[in-house]
């Protein structure tokens, strides 16, 4: 019997859930990542905004593993390479790589907070197949992660690091 064990196992994952700016705008997650892809593609690195906090413990994981985790529709699809990212400034941030391509600040959402608050600096999108699932996931305490991450990131690992077993 052959086992696959996913790359994530044992290692400390940072979550972000992605969605939609409001409901004005139309929102396809499949497309908008694919144009990021490609956009990473054509220029080697994008600068990506988020309006959540990236916190001191946050940060750690990430230097020791540098990759963050779209959370979409209760799974993990898409996984970014972070090579740089900005923690928050007081009053929300421009990008800092005034050389790298940036995702348009237009999409800010419309209500609630519309400060840049962390941007990521991306050099590559992986597509997770198949993905990781919410029931896949558990927060550093052993709990289960059963929603989305709100109004923020969060930090979770694998609940078992078995992909798949094949005969």
Known sequence: ??????EEAGRTLLLGAWKPPDEKHPYKPHLEMARFAAC?????????????????EMQQA????PHFYVYQEKEVRWRYHVIDYAPPGPDG??????????EP???LPTIGARIVKT???VDAVDMLNPPITNRE???LDGRPLLRAPRNGFVLC???????????
């Open 1 to 6: 019997m052959n086992i696959t064990i996913r």
């Open 62 to 65: 990430l230097a020791k593993w």
């Open 137 to 139: 996931l558990q927060l």
């Open 93 to 102: 941030i421009h990008s800092p790589w005034p050389d790298a391509p940036e």
């Open 40 to 56: 990473i593609k054509q220029d080697g690195r994008r600068a990506d905004w988020w309006t959540f906090v990236l916190h001191p």
């Open 119 to 121: 941007w990521f600096l």
């Open 105 to 107: 600040l237009t999409l």
């Open 157 to 167: 690992r694998l609940k078992s690091p078995i992909l798949k077993r094949a005969p």
